[in-house]
Nanobody, 116 residues
Framework: QVQLVESGGGLVQAGGSLRLSCAASGRVFSIRAMGWYRQAPGKQRELVASITGSGSTNYADSVKGRFTVSRDNAKNTVSLQMNNVKPEDTAVYYC??????????WGQGTQVTVSS
């Protein structure tokens, strides 16, 4: 089992910045990749960014150049730096961890609201 706890969500004005963090506990030694997904009202959950243990990253086209995902393997944390946010970034953001055996774990979600 892996437990994920997110922090850092809130209200921000368009053009501003916000940083999300996620702390993992439990079977952290077996985590293959971590990342962030988001779900806006009435929409499906979508990948925002992910990062492997070796540092390889993947971003949704809509956030490339604005968001940066990073991982601290020693602290078992993953962060999402969100710059130049837009109203369409408003969503509940979920931390995700995928294990070596492809087990899939989720945090409880944190609300990000961008005002125009």
């Amino acid at each position: 089992q892996v437990q994920l706890v997110e922090s850092g969500g809130g209200l921000v004005q368009a053009g501003g910045s916000l940083r999300l963090s996620c702390a993992a506990s439990g079977r952290v030694f077996s985590i293959r990749a971590m990342g962030w997904y988001r779900q806006a009202p009435g929409k499906q959950r979508e990948l925002v960014a992910s990062i492997t243990g070796s540092g390889s990253t993947n971003y949704a086209d809509s956030v490339k150049g604005r968001f940066t995902v990073s991982r601290d393997n020693a602290k078992n944390t993953v962060s999402l730096q969100m710059n130049n946010v837009k109203p369409e970034d408003t969503a509940v953001y979920y931390c995700n961890a995928v294990l070596l055996d492809w087990g899939d774990y989720w945090g409880q979600g944190t609300q990000v609201t961008v005002s125009s």
